[in-house]
């Protein structure tokens, strides 16, 4: 009796044992499998197909590798066969060398945030293009991130150094094309960084050489320039890699535990130090291709560990010691094309086939018809010392002519300025003040009055954009066939637009802006001029301008007249309305449009400074090109309309652009997602309404009485509560209580991803039937 009790407890724990983890397995293999299909289905992960068993039981290839702690995963690595880098990446889609257009970075991130305990993650040559968005820090657990060999681009964001536990961060073969970033000290465990074969400029950031638990420091094959800060203070540091970029700095102290020093293909001068005779840990060391000059330190060649000595391709001058001493371990030895004289010292003369001894093009007293005559290396160093000469005297005659010439063009732009100084007096006094009363603390107001304070986000936006054009009003009437009405698009709060056509071909729209007085055309031009330099792919985009009347500076009786993009497909509200069935769009469509915009709000709060706030979000602002791409228009108008002549008789000009918060902004997109799902029955009805049918979510019966019929037929039933959660958050009464945008745009993504698996298992049961 008691074998039988037993006998029943062990089995009924086994089968309630049984599905619990077969339900935590199956959410993460949810996951690969979503994760197979954002990669387009790499031949690496071809074993996945129809594998029904578990995951974390695969075996590991040098493609693919998995592993698991319990049930969860915490170990992928992929490699893909997209191998072959292209000479120039314009961050757009190449066929057959990166991933589709219609890959999204962003959403492979967002998918990846659904595997929590992820501790190692490597996704190597597997067509990846993109910028890394900045929610990569909500991959919290990583230690190890490898995304090298993939078509990567811009920075690296700041929000990788919130990954606290990261102790491997590797971003080979991509085309980051910023600097190296600035907060890497802000690491407390990071032990290997390569950036190797990118595109990054400028210098190294002397926080590198704070980062004290850096053993592996790779940034060869890249532009980088200036100085070689002093990494003595890396106790750690046993890899340093920066062959093939452009530093022109003396070489610095390095530190004492390094093993292998890779520093060809540079413009590093002056002497070799002596310090580098002290590097008791040193096995390698790649010194060639510089301008490196002087007699090499004789420790250098007996160092105790030394292995590999390249000093190539230099200036290296005078003669070695006939007394010089070799390490046992130095196998190979590079001095060729250099200016060494004298004889070659025994060690390095010996025909021992333990050493390797290259040492032709120097002027040596050896037995080679591959050395120059003595006169060669002498007339060399004179010609280096003559040579540097001229260059410092170049270099103060330029700087002299320079000084003079800025000290002219200062006086004469001082008898200018004090010319028109009484003309201009009161735009003068005007525009300054107005920014200054909006400017963030230690940023000059000239600064942001010539618009230039943009950040890394808005200058990536703007590469290859073309220049505000200034239009005149008779090109305007010519583009527009005079403002004919078969050119009349339509009248609404913002003024009067037209369609036009410029002498290219290209369509553009012409909005018509009444202008009242007391308002400065100098202002309104920098203020244009900074809309025009906002550039993303879901803003319609301000090509130029024409004020009409620009005698006249008070403005009074003006018109303003904005030149944008054209968008040929009407707008959101339009796809949502019952009067045209055939452009009405499905869930997943409108999930693809907000994302859009949500991603262009977010740039317009965090992409400039100040940020750009109050941007008239409503679906009728919201359009949508041929191929049905979502551009925001009207964003940053309150700058330039009704609104900000109000605000300037209370002297708070420019507030209702830079406020410091976005709460209004996600209060009035939270209508537009409301629209989205309940259809074109919110047009006219008042907040108080709409706020009260929000109940009528909570229930199924609810759902089907107020949500538009073909979101309830398109949709799945998860995809759809997580938009109306975010959705009751973002027209929540309370401002305090409403979401940033960064987690309005997370939580459509995560909408779109659930909604994605959905349609591809609907799709599969389908086509099995």
Same mark, same amino acid.
């Given at each position: 009796?008691?074998?039988?009790?037993?006998?029943?407890?062990?089995?009924?724990?086994?089968?309630?044992?049984?599905?619990?983890?077969?339900?935590?397995?199956?959410?993460?293999?949810?996951?690969?499998?979503?994760?197979?299909?954002?990669?387009?289905?790499?031949?690496?992960?071809?074993?996945?197909?129809?594998?029904?068993?578990?995951?974390?039981?695969?075996?590991?290839?040098?493609?693919?590798?998995i592993s698991c702690q319990g049930d969860f995963?915490?170990?992928?690595?992929?490699?893909?066969?997209?191998?072959?880098?292209?000479?120039?990446?314009?961050?757009?889609?190449?066929?057959?060398?990166?991933?589709?257009?219609?890959?999204?970075?962003?959403?492979?991130?967002?998918?990846?945030?659904?595997?929590?305990?992820?501790?190692?993650?490597?996704?190597?040559?597997?067509?990846?293009?993109?910028?890394?968005?900045?929610?990569?820090?909500?991959? @919290?657990? !990583?230690?190890?991130?490898? =995304?090298? $060999? &993939?078509? *990567?681009? #811009?920075?690296? /964001? %700041?929000? +990788?150094?919130?990954?606290?536990?990261?102790?491997?961060?590797?971003?080979?073969?991509?085309?980051?094309?910023?600097?190296?970033?600035?907060?890497?000290?802000?690491? @407390?465990? !990071?032990?290997?960084?390569? =950036?190797? $074969? &990118?595109? *990054?400029? #400028?210098?190294? /950031? %002397?926080? +590198?050489?704070?980062?004290?638990?850096?053993?592996?420091?790779?940034?060869?094959?890249?532009?980088?320039?200036?100085?070689?800060?002093?990494?003595?203070?890396?106790? @750690?540091?046993?890899?340093?890699?920066?062959?093939?970029?452009?530093?022109?700095?003396?070489?610095?102290?390095?530190?004492?535990?390094?093993?292998?020093?890779?520093?060809?293909?540079?413009?590093?001068?002056?002497?070799?130090?002596?310090?580098?005779?002290?590097?008791?840990?040193?096995?390698?060391?790649?010194?060639?291709?510089?301008?490196?000059?002087?007699?090499?330190?004789?420790?250098?060649?007996?160092?105790?560990?030394?292995?590999?000595?390249?000093?190539?391709?230099?200036?290296?001058?005078?003669?070695?010691?006939?007394?010089?001493?070799?390490?046992?371990?130095?196998?190979?030895?590079?001095?060729?094309?250099?200016?060494?004289?004298?004889?070659?010292?025994?060690?390095?003369?010996?025909?021992?086939?333990?050493?390797?001894?290259?040492?032709?093009?120097?002027?040596?007293?050896?037995?080679?018809?591959?050395?120059?005559?003595?006169?060669?290396?002498?007339?060399?160093?004179?010609?280096?010392?003559?040579?540097?000469?001229?260059?410092?005297?170049?270099?103060?005659?330029?700087?002299?002519?320079?000084?003079?010439?800025?000290?002219?063009?200062?006086?004469?732009?001082?008898?200018?300025?004090?010319?028109?100084?009484?003309?201009?007096?009161?735009?003068?006094?005007?525009?300054?003040?107005?920014?200054?009363?909006?400017?963030?603390?230690?940023?000059?107001?000239?600064?942001?009055?010539?618009?230039?304070?943009?950040?890394?986000?808005?200058?990536?936006?703007?590469?290859?954009?073309?220049?505000?054009?200034?239009?005149?009003?008779?090109?305007?009437?010519?583009?527009?066939?005079?403002?004919?009405?078969?050119?009349?698009?339509?009248?609404?709060?913002?003024?009067?637009?037209?369609?036009?056509?410029?002498?290219?071909?290209?369509?553009?729209?012409?909005?018509?802006?009444?202008?009242?007085?007391?308002?400065?055309?100098?202002?309104?031009?920098?203020?244009?001029?900074?809309?025009?330099?906002?550039?993303?792919?879901?803003?319609?985009g301000l090509l130029g301008h024409c004020i009409?009347?620009?005698?006249?500076?008070?403005?009074?009786?003006?018109?303003?007249?904005?030149?944008?993009?054209?968008?040929?497909?009407?707008?959101?509200?339009?796809?949502?309305?019952?009067?045209?069935?055939?452009?009405?769009?499905?869930?997943?469509?409108?999930?693809?449009?907000?994302?859009?915009?949500?991603?262009?709000?977010?740039?317009?709060?965090?992409?400039?400074?100040?940020?750009?706030?109050?941007?008239?979000?409503?679906?009728?602002?919201?359009?949508?090109?041929?191929?049905?791409?979502?551009?925001?228009?009207?964003?940053?108008?309150?700058?330039?309309?009704?609104?900000?002549?109000?605000?300037?008789?209370?002297?708070?000009?420019l507030k209702s652009c830079h406020k410091t918060?976005?709460?209004?902004?996600?209060?009035?997109?939270?209508?537009?997602?409301?629209?989205?799902?309940?259809?074109?029955?919110?047009?006219?009805?008042?907040?108080?309404?709409?706020?009260?049918?929000?109940?009528?979510?909570?229930?199924?019966?609810?759902?089907?009485?107020?949500?538009?019929?073909?979101?309830?037929?398109?949709?799945?039933?998860?995809?759809?509560?997580?938009?109306?959660?975010?959705?009751?958050?973002?027209?929540?009464?309370?401002?305090?209580?409403?979401?940033?945008?960064?987690?309005?745009?997370?939580?459509?993504?995560?909408?779109?991803?659930?909604?994605?698996?959905?349609?591809?298992?609907?799709?599969?049961?389908?086509?099995?039937?």
């Open positions: 009796m008691g074998y039988l009790c037993c006998l029943f407890l062990v089995v009924v724990s086994w089968v309630l044992f049984i599905p619990s983890t077969y339900g935590l397995q199956t959410s993460q293999t949810q996951v690969l499998m979503q994760l197979r299909k954002q990669l387009e289905y790499p031949s690496s992960l071809q074993i996945w197909e129809n594998y029904w068993g578990d995951f974390c039981s695969l075996s590991s290839s040098a493609h693919m590798s995963l915490t170990e992928l690595k992929i490699m893909g066969d997209k191998l072959v880098k292209v000479s120039k990446f314009n961050g757009f889609a190449i066929p057959n060398k990166t991933l589709s257009g219609s890959f999204s970075i962003d959403s492979l991130v967002t998918t990846l945030t659904r595997l929590p305990s992820l501790r190692v993650l490597s996704l190597v040559s597997l067509g990846i293009w993109g910028p890394i968005p900045d929610k990569i820090h909500r991959l @919290s657990s !990583l230690e190890l991130l490898d =995304l090298s $060999s &993939n078509f *990567l681009y #811009g920075s690296v /964001p %700041f929000e +990788v150094s919130r990954l606290v536990k990261l102790h491997t961060l590797a971003l080979d073969s991509n085309y980051f094309n910023d600097t190296i970033p600035g907060w890497l000290n802000l690491f @407390s465990n !990071l032990t290997i960084l390569s =950036l190797k $074969s &990118n595109e *990054l400029t #400028g210098q190294i /950031p %002397f926080s +590198v050489c704070k980062s004290q638990t850096l053993t592996d420091l790779a940034l060869s094959h890249n532009g980088l320039s200036g100085k070689l800060p002093d990494l003595s203070a890396l106790t @750690s540091l046993h890899l340093l890699d920066l062959r093939e970029n452009h530093l022109d700095s003396e070489l610095p102290v390095m530190p004492q535990g390094l093993v292998t020093a890779l520093l060809s293909k540079n413009s590093f001068s002056g002497k070799i130090p002596e310090q580098f005779g002290e590097l008791g840990h040193l096995q390698h060391l790649d010194i060639s291709f510089n301008h490196l000059s002087g007699t090499p330190p004789s420790a250098l060649f007996s160092l105790p560990n030394i292995s590999y000595l390249n000093l190539a391709s230099n200036m290296l001058g005078g003669s070695l010691p006939n007394e010089l001493s070799c390490g046992g371990k130095l196998g190979f030895v590079d001095l060729s094309s250099n200016k060494l004289i004298g004889g070659l010292p025994s060690c390095l003369n010996s025909t021992s086939d333990k050493r390797v001894v290259k040492f032709d093009g120097n002027c040596l007293f050896v037995d080679s018809q591959h050395q120059h005559q003595g006169s060669y290396c002498k007339e060399a160093v004179m010609r280096g010392k003559q040579s540097r000469g001229r260059d410092i005297a170049v270099t103060v005659a330029l700087i002299t002519g320079a000084v003079l010439l800025m000290v002219i063009l200062a006086f004469g732009a001082l008898f200018l300025s004090r010319k028109y100084r009484s003309r201009r007096a009161h735009e003068q006094h005007i525009l300054p003040k107005i920014l200054q009363e909006n400017t963030p603390t230690g940023v000059s107001s000239e600064f942001l009055a010539n618009a230039r304070f943009i950040s890394q986000a808005a200058k990536l936006g703007t590469q290859g954009a073309q220049v505000c054009r200034l239009f005149s009003f008779e090109e305007l009437r010519e583009v527009t066939n005079d403002f004919d009405s078969s050119m009349f698009l339509g009248k609404g709060s913002m003024g009067k637009l037209y369609r036009g056509r410029l002498e290219n071909g290209t369509y553009v729209a012409v909005r018509s802006l009444s202008l009242v007085k007391k308002f400065s055309i100098q202002n309104l031009k920098v203020q244009l001029d900074l809309l025009s330099k906002l550039r993303h792919p879901h803003l319609v009409d009347g620009t005698g006249k500076d008070d403005c009074s009786g003006t018109k303003a007249f904005l030149i944008y993009e054209y968008v040929p497909n009407g707008n959101y509200h339009t796809h949502l309305s019952e009067y045209c069935p055939e452009k009405v769009l499905q869930w997943s469509d409108r999930l693809r449009i907000l994302i859009g915009v949500a991603k262009a709000v977010h740039f317009l709060h965090t992409g400039v400074i100040p940020g750009c706030f109050n941007n008239r979000l409503k679906t009728n602002n919201i359009l949508i090109d041929e191929h049905q791409v979502a551009k925001l228009s009207d964003y940053g108008m309150s700058i330039i309309t009704g609104e900000i002549e109000k605000s300037e008789v209370k002297g708070e000009r918060n976005s709460e209004d902004d996600v209060y009035n997109f939270g209508f537009i997602l409301l629209e989205s799902l309940v259809g074109p029955i919110v047009t006219g009805k008042g907040e108080t309404f709409l706020l009260n049918e929000m109940a009528s979510f909570g229930s199924q019966d609810g759902r089907k009485r107020i949500v538009d019929p073909i979101v309830l037929t398109t949709c799945s039933q998860e995809s759809l509560s997580i938009v109306i959660a975010i959705t009751s958050k973002c027209i929540s009464p309370e401002p305090s209580s409403r979401p940033s945008f960064e987690d309005v745009l997370w939580n459509l993504q995560y909408a779109a991803q659930v909604q994605a698996t959905a349609d591809a298992d609907q799709k599969s049961d389908s086509t099995s039937v």
